[in-house]
């Protein structure tokens, strides 16, 4: 991990959390598993850290995301970790 600031503007933490949000994304669009199946399915095993998480990332919860079927997630380095940096 000694070299991996020098490449990434994030954290390998920050590059895990955002592979598993993008898969969240992928799952609550194309299946109907509940929010805490979906946190499940990604390994994340609190629901309630996940809907955080989740809306860190995307700007709104998980429930909103499903209602809101035009919205993309930004790509990786348009805003994902800079928001995460705000915080």
């Known amino acids: 991990f000694r070299h991996w600031n020098m490449i990434y503007p994030f954290s390998p933490l920050e590059y895990i959390q955002e592979l598993r949000i993008r ?11 509940s929010v805490s ?3 499940y399915r990604v390994r994340i095993q609190n629901s309630s850290y996940f809907t955080a998480l989740f809306k860190r990332f995307c700007g709104m919860t998980p429930r909103e ?3 809101n079927p ?10 994902w970790f800079h928001s995460l940096r705000r915080h």
Not at 23 to 33: D, G, K, Q, V
Request: proline share 7%; glycine share 8%; hydrophobic share 35%.
């Open 37 to 39: 199946d979906v946190a």
């Open 70 to 79: 035009d919205f993309l997630p930004p790509e990786t380095g348009e805003g």
């Open 65 to 67: 995301f499903r209602k």
């Open 23 to 33: 898969e969240a994304c992928r799952l609550l669009r194309n299946t109907a598993l």
